[in-house]
């Protein structure tokens, strides 16, 4: 019997995070052939070698591209790469990209002009800024899927408005969240709140890496500030502020000499990128956490965590009406009052979300089995 093969295109660790169960759900379908290929858009990430490492999973394939490469030049050496790999080693019946990164264009263009059937994981996400380059990914790789599967219903809807027919989207939850529940026993075993030497619930977690807020000087003292203020106000009820730092926010502290004021801010702890394990771990420990990611809104909504989002609008509003996430502009005194009304409060309105349930892998193995036949 031929197997049925599927190409599942990821460019960045966050984009990984989504696909670790394929392979492992794959087992239960002899019929299927799931590979993944890594473009290594981030390879030189030490985030991306950790992350490998820790959950003991490897990509069948490596595009290695080269390094610091602007947008376009980018996007063509990932279509060059999925060409040569598609045409000598492994033809898909079908691939399937992942959500809404450079990668997942250059994938959902490679399978559009070589007549491979194309999948959208995290499909119909719309922030409805266009001043984001995610936002342009994502709606064009949309118009070229022919199936989309959805995390949540608001991106259901996204989809039928835009005039998507019905039959081509596959409500199946969130697979990000599939690979918090499996690897839950090893995250409650990670040391880090020993290694940092801080207890659970004492901390604050704080990421912050979007160009919007770290890419200009002004943002950068408006972050200091912010944090100079919370290490006052909050003296009693957060002893520290755990900050693991984006490789793109350090270089800009560093670049605009903020580095040193950063530093002496006395509550705040600034720590390397996290390891995936520890920094879920870190995540499940905090009082509370402060963000711009598009990843961490919704772990801290399945946590049952508070957030505040750093950011003036979400491609993930079921973290804002069902879960534990706020919109907040950067103006401090607006965000600290926030953080006191989160401290003072008992009500833990947040619920989990529809299918974020540890299965939506399953689901989308079993759609694709049944598309394959
Ligand atoms: N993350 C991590 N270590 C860190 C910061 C984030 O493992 O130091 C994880 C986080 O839990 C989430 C993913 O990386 O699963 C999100 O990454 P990021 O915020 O860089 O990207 P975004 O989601 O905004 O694309």
Request: glycine content about 4%; proline content about 6%.
């Amino acid at each position: 019997m031929s197997k049925k093969k599927v190409l599942i295109v990821v460019g960045t660790r966050p984009n990984f995070i989504k696909v670790t169960q394929f392979k492992k759900v794959a087992q239960n379908y002899p019929k299927l052939d799931i590979r993944i290929v890594h473009t290594s858009q981030h390879f030189s990430d030490e985030m991306s070698r950790l992350f490998f490492e820790e959950l003991d999973l490897q990509p069948d394939y490596f595009l290695n591209l080269p390094e610091k490469l602007s947008p376009v030049p980018q996007m063509a050496e990932i279509m060059k790469g999925l060409h040569d790999l598609i045409t000598i080693t492994f033809k898909p019946d079908l691939m399937m990209v992942v959500g809404d990164v450079n990668s997942t264009l250059a994938g959902a263009l490679v399978a559009n002009k070589m007549n491979i059937p194309l999948a959208h994981l995290e499909s119909g996400l719309r922030s409805f800024d266009n001043t984001m380059p995610e936002e342009h990914n994502r709606i064009l790789t949309d118009k070229l899927a022919h199936y989309l599967f959805v995390t949540e219903e608001d991106a259901l809807n996204n989809l039928k408005y835009e005039g998507i027919k019905e039959d081509k989207i596959f409500f199946v939850g969130n697979t990000m969240i599939d690979t918090l529940v499996a690897y839950r026993d090893k995250i409650h075993q990670s040391n880090i709140l020993k290694e940092l030497n801080i207890a659970p619930k004492t901390y604050a977690l704080i990421t912050l890496h979007r160009p919007n807020n770290v890419d200009t000087k002004e943002g950068l003292e408006k972050i200091i500030s912010f944090l100079k203020l919370l290490d006052i106000r909050f003296s009693n009820s957060i002893k520290y502020f755990v900050f693991p730092i984006h490789p793109r926010t350090e270089n800009n502290f560093k670049h605009f000499q903020l580095w040193e004021s950063l530093m002496n801010i006395p509550s705040l702890i600034l720590t390397k990128p996290q390891s995936y394990l520890n920094f879920q771990k870190l995540l499940m420990e905090s009082i509370l956490v402060i963000t711009d990611s598009g990843g961490v809104q919704e772990e801290t909504t399945y946590l049952n965590i508070p957030c505040i989002t750093l950011r003036p609008s979400t491609e993930r509003p079921i973290t804002l009406w069902k879960g534990s996430n706020i919109l907040l502009e950067f103006d401090e005194n607006n965000i600290a009052n926030h953080i006191h009304y989160l401290l003072n409060t008992t009500d833990k309105p947040s619920s989990i979300p529809p299918l974020w349930d540890g299965k939506a892998t399953e689901r989308v193995v079993a759609v694709l089995n049944d598309l394959l036949k």
